[in-house]
């Protein structure tokens, strides 16, 4: 199985803050990685696919890029929206996997 | 816009079989662009990746559940369905279904998950 790490599993940042999450691959997905927003209480949305593809609808204040093995999510400009726990998942081959999860919330 | 709704007991005793099924509206399961998944959270956890089937019956398993797992997929009802047996407290999760995007130009082709049910929490207890 592909094992995804995410870093930090948690991050306080203010509103405005540039914010940048981490995600690496156990071994070469291409472009194959897809990034989750999970607000509390509430279920996952899809907000990147292909690494860097932004899903229609989702705030252009949120950036993806990478390949390979090193992926990362980014947040221009915080918003107190944006609070919520952000997963990674691998799609190149079964088992889909995912990381554990990065919590971000408002300083 | 598609919505996927999930059903299904949310306590289910050591050793018996879990049993969910989802039920898609404002499309056709029987799309050939998608897959439909079900994909699990134990409290406080992350995400795994439970199983996914396709409108003709194909599907793919998690090899670490294979063997208590079947998922399939009723077409006139537009639904698809998960049974889990054996099950132990370390079952005990939310369960969710969601819409795979399938792209069939490279394999296995299988993507990411939009859109996702609403959740259904599943304790496994006496």
């Known amino acids: 199985d592909i094992q995804m790490t995410q870093s930090p599993s948690s991050l306080s940042a203010s509103v405005g803050d540039r914010v940048t999450i981490t995600c690496r691959a156990s071994?070469?997905?291409?472009?194959?990685l897809a990034w989750y927003q999970q607000k509390p209480g509430k279920n996952p949305k899809v907000l990147i696919y292909a690494a860097s593809t932004l899903q229609s609808g989702v705030p252009s204040r949120f950036s993806g890029s990478g390949s390979g093995t090193d992926f990362t999510l980014t947040i221009s400009s915080l918003q107190p929206e944006d609070v919520a726990t952000y997963y990674c998942?691998?799609?190149?081959?079964?088992?889909?996997?995912f990381g554990q999860g990065t919590k971000v919330e408002i300083k | 816009q598609l919505q996927l709704q999930q059903s299904g007991p949310g306590l289910v005793k050591p050793s018996e079989t879990l049993s969910l099924t989802c039920t898609v509206s404002?499309?056709?399961?029987?799309?050939?662009?998608?897959?439909w998944g079900w994909i699990r959270q134990p409290p406080g956890k992350g995400l795994e990746w439970i199983g996914s089937i396709y409108y003709s019956g194909s599907t793919y398993y998690n090899p670490s559940l294979k063997s208590r797992v079947s998922i399939s997929v009723d077409t006139s009802k537009n639904q698809f369905s998960l049974k889990l047996s054996s099950v132990t407290a370390a079952d005990t999760a939310l369960y969710y279904c969601?819409?795979?995007?399938?792209?069939?130009?490279?394999?296995?082709?299988?993507?990411?998950?939009?859109?996702w049910g609403q959740g259904t929490l599943v304790t496994v207890s006496s």
């Open positions: 998942q691998n799609y190149n081959n079964a088992p889909w996997t």
């Open positions: 071994q070469d997905i291409s472009s194959y």
């Open positions: 404002g499309g056709s399961i029987s799309s050939s662009n998608y897959y």
């Open positions: 969601a819409r795979q995007w399938y792209t069939s130009s490279w394999f296995p082709g299988l993507n990411w998950f939009d859109p």
